[in-house]
């Protein structure tokens, strides 16, 4: 039987991988906190601020944040939880309480992850602002994966270009072109400069309201908005590789912000591949709107919108009532899907 070598990208989950696995093994050899009922206070409500591998930060009514630990038999807490918590009689170990349990998330943002299964980033979002930027390239590829997952998740989405003023009249011209595909559609989308602050106001006021998600490749300018919103904050930023033209990842752990002027956003660590694998083929159409005012007419229920004749989408394209970019993109994830699966189930 052949041998099959290992890609680049496969190598580095797999280092990265034990690096955790190690990691997890040298934490719990650790002695942990032994939280007894007479070590505890009474349970209060509280709200996941910050997230790392093995504690949580979490802000109590009146603003105060306590770094907690969390109790074994709890499946999932991330940034954006209610959760009920109790506070330590006294500090131990730098810790001052535990978390007892996460109340019901009114949605949640998932990522695939190659070790771990769907892996959740955030809960209780109101809106996921996707940015992209000219550099290292505007990918409507991209974007449309991103929508896919809000979708799915019925969590309103707006598309943000970030660092427009490196684009020349026309190249500006062009952008627009390309963001006003998705306003067809009924997304909100918006042309800013973290840089220059162009329409900056424009994107405070939108996260005024609720709690907001930033999402998008390294690169793109996700901790300069964060620096630029909230300057005191000085979240660390990264240059783009001068080889690669891929940015390097600069945020470690996703953290929750409350805003100068109302609302709270969520900065989440980078994000360079967003695989859909996890999301069945039918989920992958049900993330393009504008697909389902034409699914259920094609001649063959099992069509695969492709050669299939007498296709419903593919007649919507021909009398341009689907972008033929959006179509083209949603048989690139289509296929991406089953290259990424296929190579998940390699490594494992």
Request: glycine share 6%.
């Amino acid at each position: 039987m052949a041998k099959h070598k290992l890609t680049q990208n496969q190598k580095r989950r797999i280092h990265s991988n034990n690096a955790k696995a190690l990691d997890r093994h040298r934490r719990q050899a650790k002695k942990e906190i032994d939280w007894q009922d007479e070590m505890l206070g009474e349970t209060q409500d509280g709200i996941v601020v910050t997230r790392y591998s093995m504690h949580a930060d979490v802000e109590n009514a009146q603003g105060e944040i306590f770094r907690c630990n969390l109790r074994r038999t709890l499946s999932s807490v991330v940034v954006g939880d209610h959760v009920v918590w109790r506070k330590g009689i006294e500090q131990l170990q730098g810790i001052s309480g535990v978390v007892e349990a996460v109340q019901p998330r009114k949605n949640e943002l998932s990522r695939p992850d190659y070790y771990d299964g769907l892996k959740v980033m955030a809960s209780n979002i109101d809106r996921i602002i996707i940015v992209s930027a000219v550099l290292p390239a505007l990918s409507l590829n991209i974007i449309d994966r991103y929508l896919v997952i809000c979708e799915n998740a019925n969590i309103p989405a707006v598309i943000v270009l970030n660092k427009v003023d490196l684009l020349s009249d026309e190249d500006l011209a062009w952008a627009e072109e390309q963001l006003n595909i998705y306003e067809r559609l009924g997304y909100q989308t918006l042309m800013i400069s973290a840089q220059t602050g162009k329409n900056m106001e424009k994107l405070t006021a939108l996260l005024s309201e609720g709690t907001s998600i930033f999402v998008g490749q390294s690169g793109v300018g996700k901790s300069s908005l964060v620096n630029h919103i909230m300057p005191e904050v000085n979240a660390q930023t990264g240059e783009v590789s001068a080889n690669s033209g891929l940015g390097q990842h600069t945020t470690t752990s996703s953290r929750l912000y409350h805003l100068p002027y109302g609302g709270n956003l969520i900065d989440s660590p980078g994000i360079r591949e967003f695989g859909l694998w996890h999301l069945e083929p039918d989920q992958i159409t049900k993330g393009y709107r504008e697909f389902q005012y034409f699914l259920g007419s094609c001649k063959f229920r099992d069509c695969k919108h492709l050669t299939d004749p007498e296709c419903a989408l593919r007649n919507a394209v021909e009398q341009g009532k689907i972008h033929p970019i959006r179509f083209e993109n949603y048989h690139r994830l289509i296929l991406s899907r089953e290259e990424n699966k296929s190579q998940r189930h390699f490594v494992e």
